[in-house]
């Protein structure tokens, strides 16, 4: 008797650790129409808190093969990137974006600069030297995000985040953006699925 009920606790408490597990993610999946790969789209939840000091993290966005890795970078406000030149070529990275405005100049393979982001909003990144190169940073006011895998699947962790009505946002550098009203914790554990189409993005935060 003692081990049935020893089994049954047993299988209480993994339902209710699983059920726990389960609402500690909002997930989905997006299709995108005109991509090759539905990757690389940015997630994100509005109406939270936003950070209240700049997070001390620090993040690398390569240069290779004339290319900007990765294409695109989502850090939270306060993060500082890095920027190595492991190319064979010179390069000279720069924004003229209003969220960070910065001008490397002309630097030689091996050479890094790094920058500090310390506003929220959208980066775009270019090389004077091979206008072919182009990437973006995306400076979030949160945590709560992610970008898409070539699957289009997605997962961000809400753990700690209070109940409430939460905006679930979308944004690619050739789609629309999109925005889809989440009630936590109902919403958590189930499986969102966003389409979206091609056109101008918007910004991210009004």
């Known amino acids: 008797m003692n081990n049935n009920r020893i089994f049954i606790l047993g299988i209480m408490f993994f339902m209710v650790t699983t059920a ?5 993610d909002v997930s989905g999946n997006v299709t995108a129409q005109g991509l090759r790969k539905p990757d690389n789209i940015l997630v994100y939840l509005t109406k939270t808190p936003d950070l ?3 997070i001390q993290k620090e993040f690398v966005l390569d240069q290779n ?7 695109v970078l989502a850090i939270p406000v306060g993060s500082t990137v890095s920027f190595p030149n492991n190319d064979k070529v010179d390069h000279n990275v720069f924004s003229l974006s ?5 001008n490397f100049g002309s630097y030689k393979p091996g050479v890094s600069h790094s920058v500090v982001f310390d506003t929220p909003g959208i980066v775009e990144l270019r090389c004077d030297l091979h206008s072919e190169m182009i990437g ?8 709560y995000y992610a970008l898409t895998d070539d699957q289009g699947n997605f997962t961000i ?7 409430g009505r939460y905006m679930l946002k979308t944004w ?13 914790p109902a919403a958590a ?7 979206l189409k091609r056109g101008a993005p918007g910004v991210l935060y009004k």
């Not at 973006?136 to 945590?143: A, E, Q």
């Not at 962790?157 to 109940?163: E, F, K, N, Y």
């Open 20 to 24: 726990h597990a389960a609402a500690s």
């Open 52 to 54: 209240s000091s700049g």
């Open 65 to 71: 093969n004339l290319s900007f890795l990765p294409h």
């Open 98 to 102: 209003r969220t960070k405005n910065f």
């Open 136 to 143: 973006y940073i995306l400076v979030m006011k949160n945590l």
């Open 157 to 163: 962790d809400v753990t700690g985040l209070a109940p």
């Open 172 to 184: 690619h550098e050739k789609l629309k953006n999109s925005t889809l009203t989440l009630e936590l």
């Open 189 to 195: 554990g189930q499986k969102q699925t966003i389409n």
